[in-house]
């Protein structure tokens, strides 16, 4: 089974900049990976997935514009700007089950890592 690590997180202001990293333990080329952020009292929001090359995509309109996904030799990464407060989460890296089309639940995802905090103070 995959195993997944981000890295990144830290304390930043208001309009500012942060970018995630996600070191997959093998090829994952062939699944969604994503990133979920859970902020305090509140459920998982999936933020952005991707299936890679010409597979499927998500984005939520909470950080359209604000957050790119990108990935490359298994390391996937969250580039965060113009972060907002509410943007303070914990940031976690999520797999589905090879094959399966990226989505937008995320109960869907059956892998991730351990976590990794943000915070935005305005």
């Known amino acids: 089974q995959v195993r997944l690590t981000e890295s990144g997180g830290g304390s930043v202001q208001a309009g500012g900049s942060l970018t995630l990293s996600c070191q997959a333990s093998e090829y994952s080329g062939d699944r969604c990976v994503g990133w979920v952020r859970q902020a305090p009292g509140k459920e998982r929001e999936v933020v952005a997935a991707d299936y890679g090359p010409g597979g499927s995509t998500y984005i939520a309109d909470s950080v359209l514009r604000r957050f790119i996904q990108r990935s490359a030799d298994n390391v996937y990464y969250l580039q965060m700007m113009t972060l907002k407060p509410e943007d303070t989460a914990v940031y976690y890296c999520?797999?589905?089950?090879?094959?399966?089309?990226?989505?937008?639940?995320?109960?869907?995802?059956?892998?991730w890592g351990q976590g990794t905090q943000v915070t935005v103070s305005s």
């Open positions: 999520a797999a589905r089950a090879k094959f399966q089309v990226c989505s937008k639940v995320a109960k869907d995802y059956s892998t």
